[in-house]
Protein backbone atom coordinates (compact mmCIF):
# COMPACT_ATOMS: atom_id res chain seq x y z
CA UNK A 1 0.00 0.00 0.00
CA UNK A 2 1.71 2.85 -1.27
CA UNK A 3 5.25 4.48 -0.11
CA UNK A 4 6.28 3.71 3.34
CA UNK A 5 5.24 6.04 6.45
CA UNK A 6 1.84 7.15 4.44
CA UNK A 7 -1.60 5.10 4.49
CA UNK A 8 -4.55 5.41 1.60
CA UNK A 9 -6.85 4.04 -0.73
CA UNK A 10 -5.55 1.73 -3.59
CA UNK A 11 -6.19 2.67 -7.46
CA UNK A 12 -10.01 1.97 -7.87
CA UNK A 13 -11.16 3.47 -4.19
CA UNK A 14 -8.99 6.40 -4.88
CA UNK A 15 -11.25 7.09 -8.03
CA UNK A 16 -14.25 7.56 -6.13
CA UNK A 17 -12.07 9.72 -3.96
CA UNK A 18 -10.88 12.12 -6.69
CA UNK A 19 -14.82 12.38 -7.58
CA UNK A 20 -15.24 13.87 -4.57
CA UNK A 21 -12.55 16.30 -4.26
CA UNK A 22 -13.78 17.78 -7.46
CA UNK A 23 -16.86 18.19 -5.57
CA UNK A 24 -15.61 19.39 -2.03
CA UNK A 25 -11.95 19.58 -1.60
CA UNK A 26 -11.61 20.48 2.08
CA UNK A 27 -14.48 18.39 3.86
CA UNK A 28 -12.54 15.09 1.14
CA UNK A 29 -9.52 16.21 2.75
CA UNK A 30 -10.34 16.07 5.99
CA UNK A 31 -12.66 12.48 5.22
CA UNK A 32 -8.99 11.45 4.09
CA UNK A 33 -7.11 12.34 7.49
CA UNK A 34 -9.80 10.88 9.36
CA UNK A 35 -9.44 7.51 7.47
CA UNK A 36 -5.83 7.03 7.12
CA UNK A 37 -3.95 9.65 9.48
CA UNK A 38 -2.27 12.65 8.96
CA UNK A 39 0.01 11.03 6.22
CA UNK A 40 -2.32 10.09 3.45
CA UNK A 41 -0.86 8.81 -0.16
CA UNK A 42 -3.86 9.12 -3.08
CA UNK A 43 -2.69 7.41 -6.31
CA UNK A 44 -3.61 9.89 -9.80
CA UNK A 45 -2.81 8.77 -13.30
CA UNK A 46 -0.99 5.75 -14.42
CA UNK A 47 1.87 6.03 -11.63
CA UNK A 48 1.60 9.28 -9.83
CA UNK A 49 0.82 10.27 -6.58
CA UNK A 50 -1.29 12.99 -4.53
CA UNK A 51 0.43 13.07 -0.63
CA UNK A 52 -2.22 14.87 1.86
CA UNK A 53 0.21 15.65 4.88
CA UNK A 54 -0.70 17.41 8.02
CA UNK A 55 2.04 17.68 10.63
CA UNK A 56 4.11 20.38 11.00
CA UNK A 57 6.95 18.43 10.28
CA UNK A 58 5.98 17.99 6.88
CA UNK A 59 5.13 21.60 6.29
CA UNK A 60 8.70 22.58 7.60
CA UNK A 61 9.92 20.30 5.22
CA UNK A 62 8.09 21.11 2.21
CA UNK A 63 8.16 24.76 2.36
CA UNK A 64 11.30 25.28 3.98
CA UNK A 65 14.02 22.79 5.12
CA UNK A 66 13.54 21.33 1.25
CA UNK A 67 12.47 23.76 -0.16
CA UNK A 68 14.49 23.76 -3.48
CA UNK A 69 12.64 20.74 -4.63
CA UNK A 70 9.03 21.40 -4.70
CA UNK A 71 7.31 24.21 -7.47
CA UNK A 72 3.68 24.91 -7.09
CA UNK A 73 1.44 22.41 -7.51
CA UNK A 74 -0.55 21.81 -11.14
CA UNK A 75 -3.26 22.66 -8.99
CA UNK A 76 -2.51 26.47 -9.04
CA UNK A 77 -2.86 26.34 -13.47
CA UNK A 78 -6.11 27.59 -13.73
CA UNK A 79 -5.07 30.35 -10.78
CA UNK A 80 -1.66 30.59 -13.09
CA UNK A 81 -4.50 31.30 -16.24
CA UNK A 82 -5.61 34.77 -14.79
CA UNK A 83 -2.54 35.95 -12.19
CA UNK A 84 -0.16 35.41 -14.82
CA UNK A 85 3.64 35.95 -14.01
CA UNK A 86 2.67 37.69 -10.58
CA UNK A 87 4.27 36.99 -7.33
CA UNK A 88 1.84 34.12 -6.37
CA UNK A 89 2.30 32.15 -9.51
CA UNK A 90 5.36 32.48 -11.10
CA UNK A 91 8.16 31.08 -10.04
CA UNK A 92 12.09 30.51 -10.91
CA UNK A 93 13.85 34.30 -12.25
CA UNK A 94 10.76 35.76 -12.92
CA UNK A 95 9.72 34.92 -9.55
CA UNK A 96 12.89 36.44 -8.03
CA UNK A 97 13.23 39.42 -10.09
CA UNK A 98 9.22 40.06 -9.44
CA UNK A 99 9.88 39.47 -5.26
CA UNK A 100 12.48 41.72 -5.21
CA UNK A 101 10.78 45.03 -6.50
CA UNK A 102 7.56 44.05 -4.70
CA UNK A 103 9.00 43.33 -1.06
CA UNK A 104 10.10 46.30 0.32
CA UNK A 105 6.91 48.16 -0.23
CA UNK A 106 5.74 45.84 2.14
CA UNK A 107 8.65 46.54 5.09
CA UNK A 108 7.89 47.81 8.56
CA UNK A 109 8.43 51.65 8.11
CA UNK A 110 5.82 51.73 4.98
CA UNK A 111 3.89 49.66 6.97
CA UNK A 112 2.82 52.47 9.89
CA UNK A 113 2.62 55.14 6.89
CA UNK A 114 -0.65 52.98 5.74
CA UNK A 115 -2.25 52.90 8.52
CA UNK A 116 -3.66 56.26 8.80
CA UNK A 117 -5.28 54.91 5.23
CA UNK A 118 -6.17 51.69 6.74
CA UNK A 119 -8.13 53.50 9.75
CA UNK A 120 -9.83 55.80 7.69
CA UNK A 121 -10.92 53.14 5.02
CA UNK A 122 -12.70 51.17 7.95
CA UNK A 123 -14.14 54.92 10.06
CA UNK A 124 -15.40 55.48 6.70
CA UNK A 125 -17.86 52.66 6.38
CA UNK A 126 -18.55 52.30 9.73
CA UNK A 127 -19.92 55.76 9.48
CA UNK A 128 -22.32 54.68 6.70
CA UNK A 129 -23.68 51.88 8.68
CA UNK A 130 -27.09 52.85 10.23
CA UNK A 131 -27.47 51.82 13.46
CA UNK A 132 -29.54 48.34 13.90
CA UNK A 133 -29.43 47.55 10.76
CA UNK A 134 -29.03 44.01 9.14
CA UNK A 135 -25.89 44.01 6.48
CA UNK A 136 -23.86 41.45 4.34
CA UNK A 137 -20.97 41.56 6.61
CA UNK A 138 -19.17 39.29 4.16
CA UNK A 139 -19.63 41.91 1.22
CA UNK A 140 -18.91 44.87 3.33
CA UNK A 141 -15.27 43.81 4.44
CA UNK A 142 -14.52 42.82 1.31
CA UNK A 143 -15.16 46.25 -0.19
CA UNK A 144 -13.56 47.85 2.87
CA UNK A 145 -10.36 45.43 2.35
CA UNK A 146 -10.40 45.95 -1.17
CA UNK A 147 -10.68 50.19 -0.79
CA UNK A 148 -7.65 49.48 1.38
CA UNK A 149 -5.15 47.97 -1.16
CA UNK A 150 -6.36 49.95 -3.72
CA UNK A 151 -5.40 53.42 -1.95
CA UNK A 152 -2.14 52.08 -0.05
CA UNK A 153 -0.70 50.09 -2.70
CA UNK A 154 -1.75 52.05 -5.67
CA UNK A 155 -3.54 55.29 -4.70
CA UNK A 156 -7.17 54.33 -6.73
CA UNK A 157 -10.41 54.56 -4.87
CA UNK A 158 -11.86 51.08 -5.51
CA UNK A 159 -14.60 50.34 -3.14
CA UNK A 160 -17.07 51.09 -6.11
CA UNK A 161 -16.17 47.99 -7.70
CA UNK A 162 -16.40 45.64 -4.42
CA UNK A 163 -19.59 44.23 -5.57
CA UNK A 164 -18.25 43.35 -9.30
CA UNK A 165 -14.93 42.15 -8.06
CA UNK A 166 -16.84 39.53 -5.73
CA UNK A 167 -18.96 38.50 -8.81
CA UNK A 168 -15.67 38.14 -10.63
CA UNK A 169 -14.34 36.11 -7.91
CA UNK A 170 -17.24 34.17 -7.24
CA UNK A 171 -16.78 32.76 -11.08
CA UNK A 172 -12.91 32.14 -11.20
CA UNK A 173 -13.11 30.35 -8.03
CA UNK A 174 -15.18 28.12 -8.92
CA UNK A 175 -14.15 27.77 -12.52
CA UNK A 176 -10.33 27.22 -10.75
CA UNK A 177 -11.56 23.91 -9.06
CA UNK A 178 -13.56 22.33 -11.77
CA UNK A 179 -10.28 22.95 -14.09
CA UNK A 180 -8.33 21.80 -11.89
CA UNK A 181 -9.77 18.63 -12.34
CA UNK A 182 -10.28 18.70 -15.83
CA UNK A 183 -7.70 16.08 -17.82
CA UNK A 184 -5.06 18.48 -18.96
CA UNK A 185 -5.55 20.90 -16.72
CA UNK A 186 -3.97 24.37 -18.33
CA UNK A 187 -2.45 27.40 -17.31
CA UNK A 188 -3.24 29.39 -20.32
CA UNK A 189 -5.57 32.58 -20.62
CA UNK A 190 -7.42 32.18 -23.71
CA UNK A 191 -8.94 28.47 -22.53
CA UNK A 192 -10.52 30.14 -19.87
CA UNK A 193 -11.40 33.43 -21.45
CA UNK A 194 -13.83 31.06 -23.83
CA UNK A 195 -15.69 29.74 -20.92
CA UNK A 196 -18.79 32.61 -20.91
CA UNK A 197 -18.78 33.65 -17.51
CA UNK A 198 -15.07 33.23 -16.69
CA UNK A 199 -14.67 35.29 -19.83
CA UNK A 200 -16.64 38.17 -18.63
CA UNK A 201 -15.00 37.76 -15.02
CA UNK A 202 -11.81 38.00 -16.73
CA UNK A 203 -12.38 41.31 -18.58
CA UNK A 204 -13.83 43.03 -15.84
CA UNK A 205 -10.92 42.56 -14.09
CA UNK A 206 -8.63 43.61 -16.68
CA UNK A 207 -10.32 46.45 -16.65
CA UNK A 208 -9.92 47.35 -13.31
CA UNK A 209 -6.72 46.84 -14.08
CA UNK A 210 -6.52 49.10 -16.93
CA UNK A 211 -8.14 51.91 -14.57
CA UNK A 212 -5.61 51.35 -11.58
CA UNK A 213 -2.37 51.31 -14.04
CA UNK A 214 -3.68 54.35 -16.20
CA UNK A 215 -5.49 56.72 -13.03
CA UNK A 216 -3.73 59.40 -12.03
CA UNK A 217 -1.70 59.12 -8.61
CA UNK A 218 -0.35 55.48 -8.75
CA UNK A 219 0.87 54.78 -5.12
CA UNK A 220 3.95 53.86 -4.10
CA UNK A 221 3.80 50.35 -5.09
CA UNK A 222 2.96 51.28 -8.80
CA UNK A 223 5.66 53.81 -8.86
CA UNK A 224 8.64 51.29 -7.63
CA UNK A 225 7.11 48.71 -10.21
CA UNK A 226 7.44 51.00 -13.08
CA UNK A 227 10.67 52.09 -12.20
CA UNK A 228 11.88 49.24 -11.92
CA UNK A 229 12.55 48.65 -15.62
CA UNK A 230 11.70 45.05 -14.64
CA UNK A 231 8.48 44.65 -16.05
CA UNK A 232 6.99 44.39 -19.35
CA UNK A 233 2.75 45.63 -19.68
CA UNK A 234 2.05 42.12 -19.07
CA UNK A 235 3.47 41.30 -16.18
CA UNK A 236 2.51 44.84 -14.75
CA UNK A 237 -1.29 43.84 -15.58
CA UNK A 238 -0.19 40.54 -13.67
CA UNK A 239 1.66 41.74 -10.96
CA UNK A 240 -1.27 44.70 -10.33
CA UNK A 241 -4.13 42.24 -10.43
CA UNK A 242 -2.22 39.63 -8.44
CA UNK A 243 -1.69 42.42 -5.63
CA UNK A 244 -5.34 43.50 -5.97
CA UNK A 245 -6.54 40.29 -5.54
CA UNK A 246 -4.85 38.22 -2.98
CA UNK A 247 -4.19 41.77 -1.03
CA UNK A 248 -8.12 41.77 -0.03
CA UNK A 249 -9.89 38.78 -0.53
CA UNK A 250 -7.83 36.80 1.93
CA UNK A 251 -8.03 39.59 4.43
CA UNK A 252 -11.81 40.16 4.29
CA UNK A 253 -12.33 36.28 4.69
CA UNK A 254 -10.52 36.52 7.84
CA UNK A 255 -12.32 39.21 9.55
CA UNK A 256 -15.44 37.91 8.09
CA UNK A 257 -14.79 34.39 9.98
CA UNK A 258 -13.74 36.78 13.31
CA UNK A 259 -16.99 38.50 13.22
CA UNK A 260 -18.86 34.86 12.85
CA UNK A 261 -16.69 33.51 16.06
CA UNK A 262 -16.80 36.84 18.22
CA UNK A 263 -20.69 36.44 17.72
CA UNK A 264 -20.74 32.78 18.88
CA UNK A 265 -18.53 33.53 21.33
CA UNK A 266 -19.59 36.48 23.50
CA UNK A 267 -17.22 36.07 26.41
CA UNK A 268 -14.17 36.75 23.60
CA UNK A 269 -15.97 39.42 22.26
CA UNK A 270 -16.61 41.61 25.52
CA UNK A 271 -12.95 40.96 26.68
CA UNK A 272 -12.02 42.60 23.12
CA UNK A 273 -14.37 45.44 23.80
CA UNK A 274 -12.68 46.10 27.01
CA UNK A 275 -9.51 46.39 25.68
CA UNK A 276 -9.94 48.70 22.83
CA UNK A 277 -11.72 51.01 25.06
CA UNK A 278 -8.78 50.92 27.78
CA UNK A 279 -6.24 50.92 24.66
CA UNK A 280 -7.65 53.58 22.15
CA UNK A 281 -9.25 55.83 25.25
CA UNK A 282 -12.35 56.57 23.07
CA UNK A 283 -9.71 57.72 19.69
CA UNK A 284 -8.91 55.99 16.53
CA UNK A 285 -6.10 53.64 16.67
CA UNK A 286 -3.09 53.85 15.51
CA UNK A 287 -0.20 51.58 14.09
CA UNK A 288 2.32 51.76 17.51
CA UNK A 289 -1.26 50.99 19.13
CA UNK A 290 -1.22 47.16 17.86
CA UNK A 291 1.46 46.25 20.09
CA UNK A 292 -0.97 46.93 22.94
CA UNK A 293 -3.98 45.08 21.88
CA UNK A 294 -2.74 41.51 22.25
CA UNK A 295 -6.08 39.78 22.91
CA UNK A 296 -7.73 41.62 19.66
CA UNK A 297 -4.72 40.09 17.81
CA UNK A 298 -4.55 37.01 19.86
CA UNK A 299 -8.62 36.81 18.23
CA UNK A 300 -7.61 37.04 14.61
CA UNK A 301 -4.95 34.92 15.27
CA UNK A 302 -6.83 31.96 16.71
CA UNK A 303 -10.05 32.61 14.14
CA UNK A 304 -7.35 31.90 11.36
CA UNK A 305 -6.46 28.93 13.33
CA UNK A 306 -9.95 27.51 12.68
CA UNK A 307 -10.60 29.43 9.61
CA UNK A 308 -7.60 29.85 7.27
CA UNK A 309 -8.14 31.59 4.12
CA UNK A 310 -5.46 30.31 2.81
CA UNK A 311 -6.58 26.77 3.64
CA UNK A 312 -4.13 24.35 1.45
CA UNK A 313 -0.75 24.82 0.00
CA UNK A 314 0.70 22.75 -2.88
CA UNK A 315 3.08 21.47 -4.51
CA UNK A 316 4.84 19.22 -6.78
CA UNK A 317 7.87 17.75 -5.93
CA UNK A 318 11.41 18.06 -8.58
CA UNK A 319 13.17 15.08 -7.06
CA UNK A 320 12.55 11.56 -4.78
CA UNK A 321 12.46 13.36 -1.58
CA UNK A 322 11.72 11.40 2.21
CA UNK A 323 9.35 13.77 4.16
CA UNK A 324 9.34 13.00 7.85
CA UNK A 325 9.62 9.14 7.08
CA UNK A 326 7.37 9.69 4.19
CA UNK A 327 9.16 8.58 0.41
CA UNK A 328 7.78 11.27 -1.50
CA UNK A 329 9.07 9.94 -5.13
CA UNK A 330 9.64 12.69 -7.68
CA UNK A 331 6.44 13.99 -9.94
CA UNK A 332 3.93 13.53 -6.61
CA UNK A 333 1.55 16.41 -5.61
CA UNK A 334 1.85 17.37 -1.72
CA UNK A 335 -0.73 18.86 -0.08
CA UNK A 336 0.06 20.48 3.07
CA UNK A 337 -3.10 22.24 3.95
CA UNK A 338 -2.83 24.52 6.97
CA UNK A 339 -6.64 23.95 7.82
CA UNK A 340 -5.89 20.28 8.75
CA UNK A 341 -2.33 20.92 10.10
CA UNK A 342 -4.47 23.73 12.73
CA UNK A 343 -6.86 21.31 13.91
CA UNK A 344 -3.56 18.33 14.40
CA UNK A 345 -4.86 17.38 17.56
CA UNK A 346 -1.46 16.09 18.11
CA UNK A 347 -0.30 19.85 18.76
CA UNK A 348 -3.33 21.83 19.35
CA UNK A 349 -5.42 20.65 22.54
CA UNK A 350 -8.92 21.21 22.00
CA UNK A 351 -8.00 21.51 18.37
CA UNK A 352 -12.30 23.13 17.49
CA UNK A 353 -12.46 25.16 20.29
CA UNK A 354 -12.00 28.72 19.73
CA UNK A 355 -9.57 30.04 22.52
CA UNK A 356 -7.37 32.97 22.01
CA UNK A 357 -5.35 32.51 24.81
CA UNK A 358 -3.44 29.86 22.91
CA UNK A 359 -2.16 33.21 21.15
CA UNK A 360 -1.26 35.29 24.32
CA UNK A 361 2.25 35.43 24.99
CA UNK A 362 4.12 32.55 26.80
CA UNK A 363 2.21 29.76 24.92
CA UNK A 364 4.56 27.56 22.70
CA UNK A 365 3.73 25.82 19.56
CA UNK A 366 5.60 24.24 16.87
CA UNK A 367 6.94 26.81 14.75
CA UNK A 368 5.16 25.28 11.50
CA UNK A 369 2.32 24.04 13.57
CA UNK A 370 0.42 27.15 12.62
CA UNK A 371 1.10 28.66 9.44
CA UNK A 372 -1.61 30.84 7.94
CA UNK A 373 0.85 33.08 5.84
CA UNK A 374 2.28 29.51 4.64
CA UNK A 375 6.17 29.51 4.92
CA UNK A 376 9.70 29.66 3.24
CA UNK A 377 10.53 31.94 0.56
CA UNK A 378 7.11 31.61 -0.79
CA UNK A 379 5.71 32.97 2.32
CA UNK A 380 3.32 35.70 2.07
CA UNK A 381 4.35 39.03 0.99
CA UNK A 382 1.51 40.93 2.33
CA UNK A 383 1.53 39.24 6.15
CA UNK A 384 2.87 41.64 7.66
CA UNK A 385 0.59 43.92 5.91
CA UNK A 386 -2.72 41.94 6.12
CA UNK A 387 -2.36 41.49 10.63
CA UNK A 388 -1.70 45.28 10.99
CA UNK A 389 -4.69 45.83 8.83
CA UNK A 390 -7.27 43.59 10.01
CA UNK A 391 -5.92 44.42 13.85
CA UNK A 392 -7.03 48.18 13.02
CA UNK A 393 -10.02 47.43 11.19
CA UNK A 394 -11.17 45.08 13.63
CA UNK A 395 -10.57 47.59 16.48
CA UNK A 396 -11.67 50.57 14.86
CA UNK A 397 -14.90 48.56 14.36
CA UNK A 398 -15.40 47.57 17.92
CA UNK A 399 -14.48 50.67 19.16
CA UNK A 400 -17.87 52.38 18.31
CA UNK A 401 -20.08 49.03 17.00
CA UNK A 402 -20.88 45.19 17.35
CA UNK A 403 -21.61 43.15 14.67
CA UNK A 404 -24.02 40.47 15.33
CA UNK A 405 -25.19 37.33 13.58
CA UNK A 406 -28.57 37.42 13.02
CA UNK A 407 -30.00 34.31 15.44
CA UNK A 408 -30.92 30.88 14.05
CA UNK A 409 -28.45 31.77 10.70
CA UNK A 410 -26.42 28.86 10.33
CA UNK A 411 -22.95 30.51 8.42
CA UNK A 412 -21.89 27.51 5.79
CA UNK A 413 -18.35 27.73 4.68
CA UNK A 414 -17.25 27.61 0.49
CA UNK A 415 -13.42 25.73 0.23
CA UNK A 416 -11.74 26.58 -3.51
CA UNK A 417 -8.44 28.82 -3.37
CA UNK A 418 -9.87 30.20 -0.61
CA UNK A 419 -11.57 29.14 2.71
CA UNK A 420 -14.68 31.47 3.12
CA UNK A 421 -18.06 32.13 4.32
CA UNK A 422 -20.29 30.97 1.56
CA UNK A 423 -22.90 33.41 0.47
CA UNK A 424 -24.05 36.80 2.64
CA UNK A 425 -23.29 36.42 6.29
CA UNK A 426 -26.33 38.82 7.81
CA UNK A 427 -25.23 40.48 11.01
CA UNK A 428 -27.05 43.16 12.73
CA UNK A 429 -24.76 46.28 13.34
CA UNK A 430 -25.35 47.54 17.11
CA UNK A 431 -24.11 51.00 18.19
CA UNK A 432 -22.43 50.37 21.49
C1 LIG B 1 -5.22 37.19 6.09
C2 LIG B 1 -4.73 37.55 4.93
C3 LIG B 1 -3.80 36.70 4.09
C4 LIG B 1 -3.57 35.35 4.10
C5 LIG B 1 -4.20 34.29 5.00
C6 LIG B 1 -2.56 35.08 3.08
C7 LIG B 1 -2.01 33.83 2.84
C8 LIG B 1 -1.01 33.56 1.92
C9 LIG B 1 -0.31 32.30 1.77
C10 LIG B 1 -0.56 31.04 2.58
C11 LIG B 1 0.61 32.45 0.79
C12 LIG B 1 1.60 31.38 0.30
C13 LIG B 1 1.00 30.51 -0.78
C14 LIG B 1 1.91 29.37 -1.19
O1 LIG B 1 2.97 29.16 -0.59
O2 LIG B 1 1.56 28.64 -2.13
C15 LIG B 1 0.49 33.81 0.30
C16 LIG B 1 1.25 34.35 -0.71
C17 LIG B 1 1.09 35.62 -1.18
N1 LIG B 1 0.30 36.62 -0.64
FE1 LIG B 1 -0.88 36.46 0.95
N2 LIG B 1 -2.24 36.25 2.47
C18 LIG B 1 -2.95 37.27 3.05
C19 LIG B 1 -2.88 38.62 2.75
C20 LIG B 1 -2.15 39.15 1.72
C21 LIG B 1 -2.05 40.56 1.41
C22 LIG B 1 -2.68 41.69 2.23
C23 LIG B 1 -1.28 40.66 0.28
C24 LIG B 1 -0.84 41.89 -0.46
C25 LIG B 1 -1.19 43.09 -0.23
C26 LIG B 1 -0.90 39.31 -0.10
C27 LIG B 1 -0.13 38.98 -1.21
C28 LIG B 1 0.44 37.74 -1.42
C29 LIG B 1 1.38 37.47 -2.51
C30 LIG B 1 1.81 38.45 -3.59
C31 LIG B 1 1.79 36.13 -2.35
C32 LIG B 1 2.81 35.38 -3.19
C33 LIG B 1 4.17 35.55 -2.56
C34 LIG B 1 5.31 34.85 -3.29
O3 LIG B 1 5.14 33.71 -3.74
O4 LIG B 1 6.38 35.46 -3.36
N3 LIG B 1 -1.43 38.43 0.80
N4 LIG B 1 -0.49 34.48 1.02
Redesign the pocket.
Known amino acids: MGERGAQGPGAVEAFRWWGRMAWNPLDTYGALARRYGDAVRVPFGRNRAFFLLSRPEHAERILVANQDNYV?AFTYRPLRAVLGDG??TSEGET?RQH?RVVQPVFAHRHMVGFAPQMVDTAAQAVGRWPDGVVLDAAGELRRLTLGI?GRA?FGSQLEGEAERTGQALEALQRGAVVGTFMPGATAKRSVYQRVPRLGSALEYLDGMVQRVVGGSSGGELLRLLEESGRFNEAELRDEVL??LL??HE??AA?LAWTFVLLSKYPAARDRLEDEVDEVLGGGEPKAEDVDRLPWTKAVLSEA?RLC???WT?ERDALEDDVVDGVEVPAGSTVAVPPYLIHRNADVWPNPEGFQPERFMSGQKHHRYAYL???GGR??????G??ML??TLVLATIARTHRLDLVPGVAVSSRAEITFRPAGVVPMRVIRR
Open positions: KLLWRVLTLAGTTSMPPAIPFGRICVGAFAEA
